[in-house]
């Protein structure tokens, strides 16, 4: 199931397009306000959000920006003018798409997908590092071809890190993200499971193999040497 979360404040393009995408199977999420739209693209974690730029309480472009220093959800936006520089800004925020209103729940729809299936790990190929091999749709990873015992958690962090592999996460991104807690009160527990994902892996904080932690920044997964 695909939950969208639509961020508009016309209640008649909510309700429009809430009975056209839910008809299609979507589940969905709705915020009138920016604030709401906010906390719920955030806390929620839908897999897209579907934002209106002209929101009564926040400026849309702002909105955007918020979201993204947090969150890496797909987004697309919504504009009510077709102007070039007015879709530069938007895709510069950090729009992964954008439609002008008005537009239909099918082209909508659409985009949708597209941004999905460019996006989505649950549709991403099997990931290889090393001897580690990921299968984010079969939710199975593998070490030297003996498949690995992880609790959802442990899965959702190492398939995060190996869609990032050699890249630094800092923890901001990866409690926005993995825990859905972008406030960091949870920082603990990054720590517990990186342990329990290392002694799954074989390897100690001392001596490490895939998960190197950068102190103070944050983690990356990479090939051992
Ligand atoms: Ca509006």
Redesign the pocket.
């Known amino acids: 199931v695909t939950t969208l979360a639509i961020i ?3 209640d008649r ?1 909510r309700e429009t397009l809430g009975r056209a995408l839910r008809a299609r199977g979507y589940t969905l999420l709705m915020a009138s306000t920016g604030l709401a739209g906010l906390a719920v693209a955030v806390e929620q974690q839908p897999d897209a959000v579907v934002l ?5 309480d926040i400026d849309g472009l702002e909105l955007l920006r918020m979201i993204r220093a947090v969150s890496r959800v797909p987004l697309i936006a919504a504009t ?1 003018r077709d102007d070039e520089a007015d879709i530069v800004r938007t895709l510069d925020a950090g729009a992964d798409d954008y439609v002008v209103k008005p537009y239909s729940a099918e082209q909508l729809e659409a985009r949708v997908r597209a941004v999905l299936r460019r996006t989505s790990p649950s549709t991403a190929d099997r990931m290889i590092v090393g001897a580690l091999v990921i299968d984010p749709s079969a939710r199975t990873a593998a070490l030297d071809g003996d498949e690995l015992e992880l609790a959802p958690k442990e899965f959702d962090l190492l398939a995060y890190l190996a869609a990032r592999v050699g890249q630094v996460v800092p923890r901001r991104e990866l409690l926005a993200e993995v825990w859905a807690d972008p406030y960091g009160t949870s920082d603990k527990s990054i720590d517990v499971h990186l342990s329990w994902l290392r002694t799954k892996l074989g390897e100690t904080a001392r001596d490490p193999r895939y998960l190197r932690v950068v102190r103070g920044v944050g983690v990356k997964l990479v090939a051992p040497s």
């Open positions: 508009e404040d016309d393009i209106d730029l002209g929101l009564p009510a």
